[in-house]
């Protein structure tokens, strides 16, 4: 059974670097293909894409928000860790994290964590 | 980069009505696109893939058309767990759209 979980922070204050932790089990990160994203969403608001890291370790950033952003694996752990720097109250979102799975020249986010909520505030 | 504006942002719908969601995107994006059901403080769940795949357990009431630019989400016979909102998302860049809330008449 595949499975991802988001930890971290639930406040954050600002100027501070939240540090996000996706961990999954049921698939290996090593598995050529397999990949993992970053995606938040403000209360009441849309989707927004965050950053991406694959089986190869090549990473990908909303080119937004690419210089606050690092996204980082640890396979041994079966991690994914996010970090953001300088956060501010327009950052508090549900953060989730999301599977990519191998096999597909389209990569769609086919299985999400259940997402965890951060709060920016001073 | 690529935009992607679905209409209308906003739906009513009775059950058993045929609806559908268009979601056009600033740039061509081939079949670069999947659609995906959000119900309030859940998670978004893969509905299609690759612009007209339906992922595996999800009703064929559900249907995907059209690439380039021009998508369409149709939703055949509309059933109660249908109420929530929906999201297009292009898999170049996976930036997604605005949303449309499909709620009940």
Redesign the interface.
Known sequence: QVTLRESGPALVKPTQTLTLTCTFSGFSLSTSGMCV?W?RQPPGK????LA?IDWDDDK?YS?SLKTRLTISKDTSKNQVVLTMTNMDPVDTATY?CARIPTG?P??????????TLVTVSS | DIQLTQSPSFLSASVGDRVTITCRASQGISSYLAWYQQKPGKAPKLLIYAASTLQSGVPSRFSGSGSGTEFTLTISSLQPEDFATYYCQQLNRWTFGQGTKVEIK
């Not at chain 1, 849309?46 to 894409?49: K, N």
Request: overall charge negative; proline content about 0%; cysteine-free.
């Open positions: 994203s995606i849309a989707l927004e894409w991406l990908y080119t989730y597909s389209y990569w769609y986010f086919d299985l999400w964590g259940r997402g």
